[in-house]
């Protein structure tokens, strides 16, 4: 019963956009609809549309989880760990230590 709550509930992604840095959610697991912001009525029709195809619905609530379990909770945990330094991850990412005395020295 549960599991069919979460489905019912579980919010759409439409990115209004003409590209996106994440294609992998429209092609490969098809949770996420690229509508190009064409004008109001183009983005209000196709969400209408949207909202009356329950097969296109259940297919973007079911897609394929490109990114793990508990995506959303991970990145929340990461940002409150972090919050008083939120770029310090990316530092480490790209190997550069942020030196308190000259900070962003290799922008």
């Known amino acids: 019963m549960q599991e069919e709550l979460n489905e ?61 379990k508990n995506v959303g909770e991970k990145i929340i945990k990461t940002i409150k760990d972090t919050k008083d330094h939120p770029f310090e991850w990316a530092h480490d990412i790209v190997g550069l230590k942020q030196d308190t005395k000259k900070q962003f020295d290799f922008l």
């Open 8 to 68: 019912i509930t579980k919010p759409l992604c439409l990115t209004a956009r003409y590209n996106t840095d994440r294609p992998e959610t429209i092609m490969d697991a098809k949770t996420n609809i690229l509508i190009p912001p064409i004008s109001g009525d183009y983005i209000h029709d196709f969400i209408t549309h949207i909202e009356k195809d329950e097969t296109l619905q259940k297919q973007m609530r079911t897609g394929k989880k490109l990114y793990g």
